[in-house]
Each structure stands twice: as C-alpha cells, then as structure tokens.
C-alpha cells in the first residue's frame, strides 16, 4: 500500500495535506517518484526489533499486537483524527480509479482498513481527491450508502469552492449519478446526468471523452428503467463514435457494445444479442482479463440469451463459472456475486430443478434484504423470482403473498409501468388464474397485456407470454372464440418474427 500510494500519480490539491503525505512517504521509502524496498524493510525491522510490529511469512501480511494497537490509540487520542486523515488519504492514492481485475481484488481488500481509518473522522474534514477514491472502494462491496455519503460530501465541496461548471464539480456529479443508479433511484440520477450532459456539451466537443462517458451512463439508466428503445437509440450512436474516436477493442467502447446487447436482450431479440455477447465475451477476455467484472457480466447476459433460446445446459455452464468467478473474486455478498447466483437460479428453475433454485433464490432474498432493505428493486426482484419458484411448486398461497408485496413496491417505487411491474402484474395473474380466481386473473391479465404492448411493443416476447396467458384464462372461462382470438394473433406474430 505504502509503496503504491509513493509512486501515485494522482496530485493532492492541498498542500499540507500533501506535504504530511510526502514525509511520512519519505521515511518509509519513499525517493523522489520511486520506492527504495531497502529503506522500507529497515523502517520494519526497527519496528520489529522493540516488538511493535509483526510479520506473517505466509500469507506476508504485517500485523500489530492487540495490546500495541490499544497503546497507541490511546497516545493518540489528541492526535488522533488528523493521523487517520493521513492514513486514509494514503489508502486512497494507493489505486487508481481503474477496473482491472488486479483493481478490484486489492480495492476488496482494503475495506476492512478503510472502514476502521474513517470511522473516527467527519466527511468534511475529508479531501475531496480522497473521498472520490474511499466512495469507489465502497461502491465496488457494495455499500452504496456509505459511497454516497462521501460522494454528496465531494460534491457540495466542489461546488462551494470551484463552482457549479468546473470539470471537477461535474465528474463529481457523475460518480454521485452513478451511486443514484446503483441504488435504484433513477430518477434523481437522470436529473444529474442531464444536467451534466448539457454543461458538457456547451463547454465540450460532442466526441470529447467526458461527452461521451456521460451520454454512456445516461443510457444505462434508460436501460435500468426500462426505457430500452431510447437506450437502443443513444447506444447506437455510442457504438459508432466510440468505435471512431477510441477504437474498437477500447473499454469504454467495449461497454457501449455491452449495453446495447443488453437492449436487445431485453427486448428479446435473442439472436441479435447472442451474436454480439460473443464476439464481446472474446473480445474482453483479451482485453480487460477473464476474470474482470465486465467478462463476467457479459458471460451472464450470454447465459440468458442462451436461455431464452431453450439452450439450459449451455446457459448453466456459463452461470456456474461466472458464479464461482464473482464469489472467489468480489465475496459472497457482492452485488454482482448475487446476480449471478440469482441468474443461476432462474436456470435451475427452467430445468425444473425447483429445490435447488428455491435454495439459491432464498439466499439471494435474505442477502437482498440485509444488505439493501426491503425496497430497493434488486430486493423486489429477489421477491418475483422466489414466489415464481413457488407458482412452479404449486405453492400458490405463498406465491400470492410474495407477488402481492412485489406487486404494491414496484407500483409505488419504479412505476405503474415499468417492465418490472408488468412481469409481476402478468406473472400474479397466472397464480390467481390457477387459485381458480378467474375473474381477478382476467382483470389483471388485461391489464397487463395492454400496458406490455404500449411499453414493449406488439411483438415482444413477454407481450406474447402475456397474450397467452389471457387466452388460458379465457379458454378457464368458457370464452373459447376470445381464446382463440388471442392465440392466433400470437401465432401470426411469432411467424412474422422468424421469418424477419
């Protein structure tokens, strides 16, 4: 870390603050833009030499002893703030804001420290440089509230002292944008991003890098939103500028392609999405490494292209290295540890294995809940795949439960229409449809069929899923003719997909 943060070459725009950085550095090895390990090991050893410190061979970590560290916290006890701002600001230049799968293992490990250095501080007596860093080593396990709270810190700061428009002020809205989208709350990330976005272009080129990266996250929360045409839309555009500005194996042109795959999986444009994950999948696995976070989330999106094509053992595959990948990588509570696990889930469930993917999604629910709270839309959707496990077991009185409570959030917290909701008005319809509650099941089966064909369109898959689920209900009623109505419409459709 010492070493590192000695070679950093990220500039503090505090000079005291730089200049206690420097000569602690100094002492410990630090020479002008290099590292003497020499010096380092010396400074240890006279450490060592009067017991204050110990190393471990085998796993070469340095340790203090219990009764040291509680000597000096108490010698410090006046000085004690400012030495763990010097600390903390030294974690912080020891990475940069990269995300090579180096980055993330040696951010995952500085949490612990990082959490027990800040815990004696207040935010406003943080750096804003050192708070940008601490917030993504927060954001990469997950913590996202704590993230925020330094990032609306950095923001305000960057505000009061360099104004509304400076490029510093404006990338500190982003990454606060981003922690917003993060936690689901994509309306006040839209609100940032477009304010963003307008400063940018008036001061910037439309190809300018910084352009382009915010036209880039506004599309992710159109796609967090549902909103995927208007992603599409702005996606493709990114492909092509990026593509001509960065070149085609740039990371950054790598995740425009990602979202836009994303876009036609969510549409159910199977095929298209397959074809361009896997030239992707190759493409980041020279590019960023085969275990970095973007590899493995494009390997999921693959999976469920594979899925969705009825292709469950190729999709399983898939999961099962990604899974195994996220937990050994980023931890079992990790966001992206829990995607996949629920991703694996989903497949089990298709495969009618129904006790393994309850197990998973069961885990996923509690996790959800703990690390997120009962609200947060990744938790909702825990909530919708556990009780369609449950449908499928015939445990319908606990699938009703589940769907209900689902139902009301998602209503109240994303929108009455967004496809979250609409796949769990569809998916409640057929619970009440077997309960033998026909009418209810028709009502809401209408209900969403309609809003699924002004949102997602005609033909899209889940419109289609929707439209035969009503004839099902219909066919329970006794309407045989609208029944058949339906089914032929979606049988008409789905030709014209194939043959197109």
């Given amino acids: 870390m010492f070493e590192k943060a000695a070679v950093s070459q990220v500039q503090l725009d505090d000079p005291v603050l730089r200049d206690e950085v420097t000569n602690l550095l100094n002492q410990l ?64 230049l020891s990475f940069s804001l990269t995300f090579t799968d180096e980055d993330y293992k040696y951010r995952h490990k500085l949490l612990k420290h990082t959490a027990n250095t800040i815990a004696s501080l207040k935010l406003e007596d943080i750096n804003p440089i050192v708070g940008t860093h601490i917030a993504e080593i927060y954001s990469g396990a997950g913590r996202f509230k704590d993230a925020e709270a330094l990032e609306v810190m950095v923001m305000e700061k960057r505000k009061r002292v360099l104004g509304d428009d400076h490029p510093d ?69 990114m492909v092509e500028k990026d593509k001509r500005t960065l070149g085609d194996d740039h990371p950054d042109t ?30 980041e696995k020279r590019v960023l490494g085969e275990d970095h976070l973007g590899t493995l989330v494009t390997m999921g999106n693959l999976a469920l292209a594979y899925k969705n094509q009825g292709r469950l053992d190729d999709a399983e595959a898939l999961e099962l290295v990604r899974l195994e990948k996220s937990k050994r990588l980023l931890g079992d509570d990790h966001p992206e540890t829990l995607i996949a696990m629920g991703n694996l889930a989903s497949t089990h469930r298709e495969q009618g294995r129904l006790k393994d993917a309850e197990a998973l999604e069961v885990l996923v629910l ?41 139902m009301e959030k998602t209503r109240r917290l994303l929108r009455d229409d967004h496809p979250w909701t609409l796949e769990n008005m569809a998916n409640l319809a057929n619970t009440y449809r077997d309960l033998g509650r026909l009418k209810d099941a028709e009502a809401l089966g209408v209900e969403a069929m309609e809003k699924m064909k002004r949102v997602l369109g005609d033909d899209h898959l ?36 194939e043959g197109s």
């Fill in 169 to 237: 002020t404006l990338t500190s809205m982003v990454y606060l944008a981003s922690t917003y989208s993060q936690q689901g709350r994509w309306s006040e990330a839209e609100a940032l991003y477009t304010v963003v976005l307008e400063k940018r272009k008036l001061v910037l080129e439309d190809d300018h890098p910084d352009t382009l990266m915010t036209m880039r996250s506004f599309a992710t929360t159109y796609l967090s939103q549902g909103r995927w045409k208007e992603a599409e839309a702005l996606l493709v555009v």
């Fill in 462 to 497: 889940d419109t289609l899923k929707s439209m035969l689920s009503l004839a099902a209900t219909y066919r329970d009623l006794g309407r045989l003719s609208d029944a058949e109505d339906l089914e032929a419409v979606v049988e008409e459709t789905r030709n014209c997909r």
């Fill in 254 to 283: 790598l995740n425009s392609m990602a979202n836009l795959a994303s876009t036609y999986l969510y549409q159910g444009r199977w095929k298209e999405a397959e074809r361009l994950q896997v030239v992707l999948v190759e493409k």
């Fill in 29 to 92: 090895g630090k020479q002008n833009s290099r590292w003497s390990s020499w010096t380092f090991q010396k400074a240890i050893m006279c450490l060592g030499s009067h017991s204050l410190i110990e190393y471990d061979h085998q796993n070469r970590t340095y340790s203090i002893h219990p009764l040291v560290h509680q000597w000096s916290g108490t010698t410090l006890e006046g000085n004690r703030s400012p030495m763990q701002n010097l600390i903390l600001t030294i974690i912080a």
């Fill in 366 to 406: 509690e996790k959800r809940k703990h690390l997120l709270g009962d609200e947060h839309p990744q938790t909702l959707r825990a909530m919708s795949n556990l009780a369609l496990t449950y449908w499928k077991q015939g445990r319908l009185q606990d699938a009703v439960t589940l769907q209900l409570a689902t």
